[in-house]
C-alpha cells in the first residue's frame, strides 16, 4: 500500500470510529464530570437522619444485630449485601425480594454504626437510576438496561480507543511542516480547529487512553467476574458441591472476625451474604482491601464458611480480577485527594473540546466537499447555459432583430 | 539524518507528555503524601501546555 493510501485507510477508521462513538462518548463525558465528585454531591445531597457524634472508642453495634433489624424492616426479604462505609460510622444494608431477581431491585438502608438506629431506607437502585446521581450513572454506565447496555457502551469506548490510534497515526504527517503547538488563529476557522482538536488530542492522549481502556474493562466486570466464579471459584469450593446450603447460619460477626484473622492488616470493605449472585450458597464473601497504597485498591476476597464461620479459602484474584480493581480508580480518578478530582474533570471538559471540535471538522469538511460540489455543478451548468444561449442565440439573430426592429 | 531529526521534532514533546501522564497517574496509586504531589504536578502539566496554546494569542509561523 502506497504511503497516500494507507493514510487515507487510517482516515477513513479515525472518521468512522469516532463518528459512530462520539454521540455516547459526549454523554458518557457530561455525566462524568457530577460523577468525578459523587462522593461530594451525595454527601451534600445525602436524606435521611445524620450519624450519632459519639465520644472516641465507642464500641460498634454487632453487624448481626444490624441485619435481624434489616430483617425485621423487611421480613419477606432476603439479605444480599452488608457495607461498612469507610469516611463515616454508617453501614449500609442491601436487601431484595429475591436473590435470583434483577439486581435493580436491591435498596440499600443506611444504619448508624455506634447506635444501630436505622438513617435512612430509600427506594431500590431501579428507583434510585431517576434521582440526579442515579441519572448520571445509568447514562454512564449502562443507559438504564444493565448488562446489554454495559456491554454496548463498552464497545462504544473500543471504538473511541480505536478512534484514538487512528488519530495518533494521522497526527505525524499533519504536524510534518508545524511546530508541537501550533494553532493557526490568523487563517480559516477551520484551519484553527483543526490545529487545536490535533493539540489537545496528542495532549490528552494518554489520559484519554487510560480513562478509555479502564472504562471499557469497568464495563466488563459481570463477564470478567462471572469467569472468575466459573472457574477459580468452583475450585475452590469443590468440596461443597453437593451438599445442601445450610439452614442455620452462623454468625455473620463471627465470619468477619475469621476473615480479619486470615487476612491480617487488611480491612474489610463490606461482604456478600450467602446466597448472593457474589457470593455462594455456602459462604459468607467478605471482600477486602491490603494494607499498602498498591494493594488497598485490589480486592482480595475471603471465603467464610456460613454454618461453621470458618475460613474456607483466601481467593488469590486472577490478572483479569487484579486488572478489574485497578481499572476503577484509574478510570475514576478517585485515588489521589481532591486535587486529582479537580484535574480529572479539566482533564474530561478538554476531552469535550475534543469531541466536539471533531464534529465541527467533520461537518465543515461535508461543507467544503459539498461547496466544491455546487461550485463545479454551477460552473457546469453555467458552461452549459452560454451554449445554449450562444446556438439560441446564432438561430433567432434574425428574430430578435426584427422584434427589436419592429418595436423601436 | 534528517528523517530522525523530522521525527523527533514531531514526536518529541508528545512522547514527553505521555510519559509524563504515565508517572503522574501511577505515582498517585502507587505512593502517597509527596507521590500524591508529584501525581498533580505530572497531570497538571500537559493539561497547561494543551490551554496554553490554546489561549496564546496568534502565532504567525511559517506555513
Redesign the interface.
Known amino acids: 500500500m502506497t504511503a497516500a493510501a494507507s493514510l487515507r485507510t487510517w482516515y477513513w477508521w479515525h472518521k468512522w470510529t469516532s463518528l459512530v462513538c462520539t454521540l455516547f462518548l459526549l454523554v458518557i463525558c457530561f455525566t462524568g464530570l457530577p460523577l468525578v465528585f459523587h462522593e461530594e454531591i451525595e454527601h451534600w445531597l445525602e436524606e435521611g437522619k445524620p450519624y450519632a457524634v459519639v465520644a472516641e472508642g465507642t464500641p460498634r453495634v454487632p453487624v448481626d444485630q444490624l441485619m435481624a433489624s434489616a430483617r425485621a424492616q423487611y421480613p419477606d426479604e432476603v439479605l444480599e449485601y452488608v457495607y461498612f462505609d469507610e469516611d463515616h460510622p454508617t453501614v449500609y444494608i442491601g436487601m431484595s425480594p429475591s436473590h435470583a431477581g434483577d439486581p435493580k431491585l436491591t435498596h440499600y438502608m443506611r444504619y448508624d454504626a455506634h447506635t444501630g438506629e436505622l438513617l435512612h431506607d430509600p427506594p431500590n437502585l431501579h428507583e434510585e437510576q431517576f434521582s440526579f446521581m442515579g441519572l448520571m450513572l445509568a447514562l454512564h454506565v449502562d443507559l438504564f438496561t444493565g448488562l446489554p447496555g454495559q456491554l454496548f457502551l463498552g464497545f462504544m469506548g473500543f471504538l473511541f480507543v480505536v478512534a484514538l490510534i487512528s488519530g495518533v497515526v494521522l497526527?505525524?504527517p499533519f504536524?510534518?511542516?508545524?511546530?508541537?503547538?501550533?494553532?493557526?488563529?490568523?487563517r480559516s476557522r477551520r484551519l484553527k480547529w483543526l490545529d487545536?482538536h490535533n493539540?489537545?488530542g496528542?495532549?490528552?492522549?494518554?489520559?484519554m487512553m487510560?480513562v478509555g481502556v479502564t472504562g471499557i474493562i469497568n464495563e466488563l466486570s459481570r463477564p470478567l467476574f462471572a469467569i472468575w466464579q466459573g472457574t477459580d471459584l468452583v475450585e475452590l469450593t469443590a468440596a461443597y458441591q453437593n451438599t445442601e446450603p445450610p439452614t442455620q447460619l452462623a454468625s455473620a460477626d463471627e465470619a468477619l472476625r475469621a476473615a480479619a484473622e486470615a487476612v491480617p492488616g487488611h480491612r474489610i470493605v463490606s461482604f456478600s451474604h450467602p446466597g448472593n449472585m457474589f457470593a455462594t450458597p455456602h459462604h459468607y464473601m467478605v471482600w477486602t482491601h491490603g494494607d499498602t497504597?498498591?494493594t488497598s485498591?485490589l480486592i482480595i476476597p475471603v471465603l467464610v464458611d456460613a454454618a461453621t464461620a470458618e475460613v474456607t479459602a483466601v481467593a488469590h484474584p486472577p490478572w483479569y480480577l487484579t486488572m478489574l480493581a485497578?481499572s476503577q480508580?484509574?478510570h475514576f480518578g478517585d485515588?489521589?485527594?481532591m486535587?486529582?478530582k479537580i484535574?480529572w474533570a479539566?482533564?474530561d471538559l478538554?476531552t469535550i473540546v475534543v469531541l466536539i471540535s471533531g464534529i465541527y471538522l467533520w461537518l465543515a469538511r461535508r461543507r467544503a466537499t459539498e461547496a466544491r460540489v455546487t461550485r463545479l455543478m454551477q460552473a457546469h451548468q453555467h458552461s452549459g447555459v452560454a451554449i445554449a444561449k450562444s446556438a439560441r442565440a446564432s438561430s433567432s439573430e434574425p428574430v430578435r432583430s426584427s422584434a427589436t426592429g419592429g418595436r423601436s | 539524518m534528517n528523517s530522525r531529526r523530522?521525527f523527533s521534532?514531531?514526536?518529541?514533546?508528545?512522547i514527553g507528555?505521555?510519559a509524563l501522564?504515565?508517572f503522574g497517574?501511577l505515582a498517585?496509586?502507587?505512593?502517597?503524601g509527596i507521590?500524591?504531589w508529584a501525581?498533580?504536578l505530572c497531570?497538571?502539566i500537559?493539561?497547561g501546555?494543551?490551554?496554553?496554546?490554546?489561549i496564546?494569542p496568534?502565532?504567525?509561523?511559517p506555513?
Request: aromatic content about 14%; proline content about 7%; overall charge positive.
Open positions: 497526527y505525524g504536524m510534518k511542516k508545524l511546530d508541537f503547538g501550533t494553532v493557526r488563529k490568523d487545536l493539540l489537545l496528542i495532549v490528552l492522549l494518554a489520559w487510560v497504597p498498591f485498591h485497578l480508580p484509574l485515588y489521589g485527594g486535587p486529582l484535574l479539566l482533564l478538554l | 523530522s521534532r514531531i514526536w518529541a514533546a508528545p507528555l505521555i501522564t504515565c497517574l498517585a496509586l502507587l505512593g502517597t507521590w500524591h501525581s498533580w497531570l497538571a500537559p493539561l501546555i494543551g490551554i496554553g496554546y490554546w496564546r496568534g502565532n504567525k509561523k506555513v
